[in-house]
């Protein structure tokens, strides 16, 4: 990666802590919880993120965090995920973690906060980088195991900035969580969900009009809906945009036919994010350097999208 790339200071805000689990220590967190695993290796799960859609990869994603299971491997995963931040000059960081993936295990809500809390916290002293963390519900769950878990987390509401949405899209529009978007509102929290990944425009829309949410997650789809982009560019709504995701997971074909120096250049607050880095070839910087390479970004061109990064925060 070009050094003036990994200098420039960066926030990352979409990011699932659970998608930073690279294999290495997926094998070590096994061996220490005795967890027999499907894959022989490190090699051979790593020949295995070949993924035609998202359904696909979210099949490993969560049978690969089934290895988490005490505070220390949630601590040791946030922290090993901060210090690639360190690395590329991350700032600032608003990761997801699903609480559904893990209290459906029988993890206790508790353990796994507590683990990522400390890490954050060390992150903040040790390292320097700022945090806010959200909380996401699984979409393709019921609505009423997303009340469930907002009710879990109340009694550390302070430990949160805001609730997501993620999992799998099509089929499981944002409509069908609006109630319980509300109620976490009115909590104080922000609202954030993935819209526009797969799914259609319409779901940016609910995700925007019932969801009332302050960033939209991928929304890469947007630009299929001409009063959608207007909407996003006269509001300034941030898009937080993973592009080796978008890659890795289909919905481009090359990096070459990726649109979000097109939708930087007409006045859309993207910015740049890794989503589940270790499946998906790379952090922040490796998706910068991406973008360098395939659609020739300029360095003008990556410090408005860093700038838009920090401008998008919301911790
Ligand atoms: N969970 C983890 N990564 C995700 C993605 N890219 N889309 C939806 N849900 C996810
Ligand atoms: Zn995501």
Redesign the pocket.
Known sequence: MPEWLNALPKAELHL?L??SLEPELLFALAERNQIALPWADVETLRAAYAFNN?QE??DL?YAGANVLRTEQDFYDLTWAYLQRCKAQNVIHVEPFF?PQTHTDRGIPFEVVLRGIQQALRDGEQQLGISHGLILSFLRHLPEEEAFKTLEQAMPFRDAFIGVGL????KGFPPRLFERVFAKARSEGLHAVA?AG?EGPPEYIWEALDLLKIKRID?GVRAIEDERLMQRIIDEQIPLTV?PL?NIK?CVFEHMGQHNILEMLERGVKVTVNS??PAYFGGYVGENFAALHEHLGMTEAQAKRLAQNSLDARLA
């Open positions: 699932h659970e998608g998202l990869f979210l994603y699903d993620d999992s799998s899209e993935h990944e991928h993973c995701s997971l989503d589940d």
